[in-house]
């Protein structure tokens, strides 16, 4: 019988090596991406049935690489191992297309479940999360990301690479862009958001979960 085709992405090789040892024996590991804009090429490249991937990644973040997938037509089924245990990132991670959501502090047979019923079609959360509070949280949280600034996937992309201390020169070098446009998208989502520096627009992507850091 084939094996699933797992594609991990992760930016510690300790954590990768740790996954490859868990899943090698059920599942065909077919590729490691260490950064969002890996994962993206790899995805692309390698058509994996999961994608098992950390929220927080240089240059793209897991969630946003992944919402970039979806809208691109992927159909892999999405596992996300995180050490985030806020209800933001875990909205976010669900309304991008996540079937699954561990921590990782979790059981290592939490990850394998989560794959096995991706695959199925259903959606596993860590039992650490399923509290009331938590779903509390979660439908608080849809709430108040409804109304929230819609930004275009080029605009998440500059605001992960500002929030990770890039210079609108190296983010251009980077997605291959001017500085000059960089700069101006960075201006429109101040004046989208109502804050007057970079420091601010950071810290309110951070707040309100749109980049991880």
């Known amino acids: 019988m084939t094996k699933p085709r797992i594609l991990l992405a992760d930016d510690h090789k300790i954590v990768t090596e740790g ?17 969002g804009r890996e994962l993206l090429s ?11 991937v950390d929220v927080s990644m240089p240059l793209l973040n897991g969630i ?7 809208e691109e037509g ?4 999405v596992v996300f191992l995180t050490m985030h245990s806020d209800a933001t990132y875990l909205t976010r991670a669900l309304d991008a297309g996540a079937s699954g959501y561990v921590l990782k502090h979790a059981a290592s047979d939490e990850l394998i479940t989560a794959i096995q019923q991706a695959l199925r079609g259903q959606t596993f959360l860590s039992p650490q999360l399923r509290t009331a ?11 108040r990301l409804k109304p929230a600034i819609e930004l275009t996937p ?5 605001l992960q690479l500002l929030a990770e201390g890039k210079s609108a020169k190296e983010i251009g ?12 998208h960075k ?8 804050v007057t520096t970079s420091a601010q627009l950071v810290q309110h992507a951070i707040r309100h979960g749109l980049v991880s850091v």
Request: aromatic share 2%; hydrophobic share 40%; net charge negative.
């Open 187 to 194: 201006y429109k989502m101040m004046d989208d958001l109502g």
């Open 74 to 77: 992927s159909t892999a089924k």
């Open 173 to 184: 070098a980077i997605l291959n862009i001017s500085s000059r446009t960089v700069e101006t």
């Open 42 to 52: 790899k995805a692309r490249e390698l058509s994996p049935d999961v994608i098992v």
């Open 64 to 70: 946003d690489a992944v919402r970039m997938l979806r």
């Open 154 to 158: 080029r605009q998440r992309e500059i």
């Open 19 to 35: 996954l490859r040892g868990l899943l090698s024996e059920d599942f065909d590991l077919i590729g490691l991406a260490a950064d």
């Open 133 to 143: 509070p938590v779903e509390e949280l979660l439908d608080e949280t849809r709430r």
